[in-house]
């Protein structure tokens, strides 16, 4: 009792004198003087502990969008051989596997504007400029009799921007020309034509391109795929300024929702 009469006279003491405790740190015990929980170097510390944590998840996730994409562009080329070499069988195996492959959830672990704050800034890349540049003279210069070779030529380079200069300024405008070749009158490869539209609007998600309006058509038209169709129309009305493309989006959600999707 005789040591608790003296602590509590101490304390009076204290609050009389007008003299305040300092407070610590809830990590360190350091002494602070104002209200914060942390201290300034543990404070400091637990944001960059937080900033090195949300740097992980981006990174983990755009590994598996990565694997995801290269998977799809696996498929896409192997289905490009057996077209070359006239194996119907393997072709429809392989078109099949991409098919389902299209069908699987994939799941976004990231909002747009986290993958936006993740991703490097675009890059102005000479090597990359000159590559487009390369591919756009290939398709101009199209014509009957070298129209095979061009169009091989052009979708070599804009391949390459996005394998190899994936943070090129160009690397969504190779997407949507990569998108345009393949559904064309030469490829008619809707699959590929629908993964490279949906590939230039998450390279860049306010592109002027009408990627979203591109991949729900064919996604709706071709492919059958009216989950995939109904995600990128709903997405025109999100970020297209479009009238047309917004007034026709909005029409085929209606007919979809009409017959029960």
């Known amino acids: 009792m005789r040591h608790i009469s003296m602590l509590l006279i101490f304390i009076l003491s204290i609050y009389i004198s007008g003299v305040t405790w300092a407070a610590s740190c809830e990590r360190c015990y350091e002494k602070i003087t104002d209200d ?4 300034t170097e543990c404070e400091l510390s637990t944001s960059n502990r937080l900033t090195d944590m949300k740097s992980r998840e981006i990174q983990i996730a755009s590994v598996i969008t990565s694997a995801r994409e290269n998977y799809k562009n696996a498929l896409g080329e192997l289905i490009q051989y057996y077209m070359d070499i006239g194996n119907q069988l393997r072709l429809e195996r392989a078109r099949k596997e991409l098919k389902s492959l ?53 979708e070599t380079r804009f391949k390459k921007i996005i394998d190899e200069y994936p943070e090129s300024d160009k690397a969504d405008d190779a997407a949507y020309e990569l998108a345009s070749i393949y559904e064309g009158a030469y490829f008619k490869d809707y699959e590929n034509a629908a993964f490279y539209y ?64």
């Open 36 to 39: 914060k929980q942390l201290c």
């Open 102 to 154: 299209n069908k699987v959830p994939q799941r976004e672990y990231l909002s747009t504007k986290e993958i936006i704050i993740g991703r490097s800034p675009s890059k102005n890349i000479e090597e990359a400029n000159i590559l487009f540049q390369d591919g756009k003279e290939y398709i101009k210069s199209l014509s009957i009799t070298n129209k095979e070779s061009k169009l091989k030529s052009a």
């Open 198 to 261: 949906v590939k230039c609007y998450s390279l860049n998600a306010s592109t002027d391109e009408p990627a979203h309006f591109k991949a729900a058509w064919i996604y709706d038209k071709h492919l059958k795929n009216y989950k995939e169709a109904l995600i990128n129309y709903r997405k025109v009305l999100t970020h297209s300024m479009d009238e047309t493309d917004r007034y026709w989006a909005r029409t085929r959600l209606m007919q979809l929702k009409k017959q029960g999707y």
